[in-house]
């Protein structure tokens, strides 16, 4: 059985107008995308600002109501409406992207890790204590920390409390949503070991959502690059860095700035012949509406969004 | 040097906390030369903006000593309507966050007419609508004569970008400070933008200092780098030196802490603590000392200079000689708060 499975996901928004203030037109935020995590891996979702790739873990969480589509999580559906009861919510957290606006800044520490201990658990005074006490110290923070207020931390432990406050019910899958692009690149490490740390502690699964492909190709074991609500490409970390086939993932390829300067004139004629391809090729690649194809198969793990091939 | 464009020497700049002073930029001394990238690189807190808000001069409350000598002119001396004269013209700045910096009451017309206009009076409307869509052109904004008219929020982040850096080279500045430009963008568009800022160069020959904290950038655009860490300029050097033969243990730590998208690490280097915030800075001795725990205290020096090592490389502090990356049981795993 496959972990979680996200079978043709549809998220559309309304846009409303007209006299009566009736549904005039949607934007497709995410426009019928499928992939599957197998259970301890880290799945990579990449895209630039506004591909859908925050409203796609919203959905999964149940933030964002979903057109249409699945989601079969360990075998069942969450988004068909006989399983409405049952609490998922429990196995599925979230990592929010920005530590200083996800934590409530007149809560202490303390409330801010044991609210979904509350929700779940009755526990007494003492033990809810020493419960965050316990979770504290797996982020490596102390324990006089827990009455605490948030703004006293800095940007790091802010974080390192977000994910104490994700991992306090056990969870199955967590949902990294940019979890360190508010962070400095020292800070940045920190973060990125400690959640590699703990995956392996608590056989967690990741769906890493970032628009940093550097970070992703670190963090992941299969990635999924988005573009206006659909899926270009898929595939193994390899497959995506070593042989993009589609022309959107070569071009964020040729985007990242190389670390080593000397590569300068290099990475220059390559970004040309890719603008160039870019230029040449775009209708081999979009349709009409600028959008992409549907996902082919090109091996056994990387598949690629390419028109039927009229040989 | 004929072709020193800004020099800065000593340079003090101090925000008040309560009732004391405390430097933010401590003692920096730098020049940047014509057709030249100085790239200045560190944390947030390490005062890079600081440093390029003093030769501004668009601090408000700062005490600024030293000198910033502009084409030999000291900007700290200079009057109000000097300054006017001076700032937008001949030096001008490229903001963070294009959002906050741009007016969302005036169309970017207006905006960058604005720039035209206080610098030269004389030219009446028409003809500053033509430079307005001329300049809208040169940094690859499509459909000028429509964008001309239109307002900042009906327009995506690369291209309210792209208007800051009209309104920037709008009276061809010789000196440019670009403070973070990309880092609120996508990466596509940042490749874009940057390619722009280098053609910038080119074309009007002008100097260049680009603020920010990611190396890759660095890497692709600078000449010069300066790495500074809490007020201080720790290493400085060109570019291929620095990402070659990086001596400062802060530059070194730095570099080992970006996930590489060329090789797979396990791990990445982890620099221990935090940036120490500015009352709290220990203005005796390595600043970077607290950081790197597992070095002896002897290796350090007691008042640490910026120090030439080899022409055109400066680094500051002894404890270079005998940095090494920790090993397992030097790490301190504890960070406790």
Known sequence: ?311 | MENKLLEINHLYTSFRIRDDYYAAVDDVSLTVNKNEVLAIVGESGSGKSALAFSIMRLHNRAKTEGEILFKGENVIGMSDSRLNQVRGKDMAMIFQDPLTALNPLMTVGEQIGEALFLHNKKLDKQARRTKVIDLLNQVGIPRPEYVVDQYPHELSGGMRQRVMIAIAISNDPELLIADEPTTALDVTIQAQILDLIRQLKQKMNAGIILITHDLGVVAEMADRVAVMYAGEIVELADVETLFENPQHPYTRSLLNSVPNVNQQQDKLHVIQGIVPSLALLPRKGCRFKDRIPWLDESTHEADPVLREIKPGHFVRCTCYQHFHFPKEEEVDQSDLS
């Not at chain 1, 967690?204 to 970070?215: E, K, N, R």
């Not at chain 1, 963090?219 to 022309?247: A, C, L, W």
């Open chain 1, 1 to 311: 059985m496959t972990f979680l499975e996200i079978n043709d996901l549809k998220v559309h928004f309304p846009i409303r107008g007209g006299i009566f203030n009736r549904k005039i037109d949607s934007i497709r935020a995410v426009d019928g995308i499928s992939f599957q995590i197998e259970a301890g891996q880290t799945y990579g979702i990449v895209g630039e600002s506004g591909s859908g790739k925050t409203t796609t873990g919203r959905a999964i969480i149940g933030l964002n109501q979903i057109t249409s589509g699945q989601i079969i999580f360990q075998g069942i559906d969450l988004a068909d409406k006989k399983n409405k009861k049952i609490d998922f919510r429990k196995d599925i957290q979230m990592i929010f992207q920005d530590p200083y606006s996800s934590l409530n800044p007149k809560k202490r520490v303390l409330d801010i890790v044991a609210e979904p201990l509350r929700n779940y658990e009755k526990l007494t005074k003492k033990e809810e204590i020493y419960r965050v006490a316990e979770l504290l110290e797996k982020v490596g923070l102390s324990e006089e920390s827990i009455y605490k207020y948030p703004h006293q931390f800095s940007g790091g432990q802010r974080q390192r409390i977000g994910i104490a406050r994700a991992i306090a019910l056990k969870p199955k899958l967590i949902i990294a949503d940019e979890p360190v692009s508010a962070l400095d690149v020292s800070v940045q490490a920190q973060v990125l070991n400690f959640m590699r740390d703990i995956q392996e502690e608590l056989n967690l699964t990741y769906l890493f959502i970032s628009h940093d492909l550097g970070i992703v190709k670190h963090m992941s074991d299969r990635i999924g690059i988005m573009y206006k609500g659909r899926y270009v490409e898929e595939g193994s970390t390899d497959d995506i860095f070593t042989n993009p086939q589609h022309i959107y993932t070569k071009r964020l390829v040729a985007a990242i700035p190389d670390i080593n300067p000397k590569n300068r004139a290099k990475q220059k004629t390559f970004r040309e012949e890719v603008q160039k391809e870019y230029e040449q090729a775009y209708h081999d690649y979009f349709d009409e509406e600028g959008l992409a194809y549907d996902l082919r198969r090109q091996s056994e793990t990387h598949l690629v969004a390419l028109p039927e091939r009229v040989n």
